[in-house]
């Protein structure tokens, strides 16, 4: 990381960095986010926003600092799918889950006897949750949902992709939990334990 000088009203120095740290020496807190420089889009001045809210702010924080950082430096109107999923790659490289190589003697299995050499990554989980508040912060911030490059098809199927092969190179299902159908006349105080 490299210190600059800066105009940011908490200190006299900006940090140079695609990803602000998240505390402890994680530059990511969660899922690759961070990030302090931005305004805040909570709902009302009094009520304090909310866990959602802030993750939300430091997301779209990170990721408009990525755009700044990039080579050359991108705007936001000129934003594709393409740098959706090059910024999703890069995050990779800050990730927990052990994601194991089709080569690797326990791909498959859940709970692998002994250690291996296969990479982390981001589980699906957080970067499917990381696109929804990104592209949710992208329309707040004046974004037309037709022009956002969060929901691009291209970044829907790069999804999609590392779900299936998390699945497979983890023996974990992701399959939806399906809703009980509601019985019809059982009211919940005459239900039989």
């Not at 859940?110 to 970067?127: E, H, I, T």
Request: hydrophobic share 30%; glycine share 8%; with cysteine.
């Amino acid at each position: 990381m490299e210190l600059i000088p800066g105009s940011n009203n908490h200190s006299s120095y900006a940090i140079v960095n695609p990803i602000m740290s998240g505390g402890a020496g994680n530059p990511i807190a969660d899922i690759g986010v961070g990030g302090s420089s931005a305004t805040s889009s909570s709902p009302s001045p009094t009520a304090a926003p909310s866990r959602y809210e802030n993750q939300k702010r430091r997301d779209w924080n990170t990721f408009c600092q990525y755009l700044r950082n990039h080579r050359p430096p991108l705007s936001l109107a000129h934003c594709s799918g393409a740098h959706v999923l090059e910024f999703l790659r890069y995050l990779d490289q800050f990730g927990k889950t052990k994601v194991h190589n089709q080569t690797c003697p326990f791909f498959g299995l859940p709970n692998p006897p002994s250690p291996c050499p296969c990479p982390l990554r981001q589980a699906w989980g957080s970067l499917d949750a990381l696109i929804g508040r990104l592209r949710a912060a992208f329309e707040e911030h004046g974004g037309k949902p037709e022009a956002n490059p969060f929901g691009a098809r291209a970044v829907q199927l790069y999804l999609r992709d590392v779900r299936d092969f998390q699945a497979k190179a983890r023996g974990v299902s992701y399959q939806k939990k399906r809703k009980r159908p509601k019985q019809k006349g059982l009211s919940s105080s005459n239900a039989i334990n």
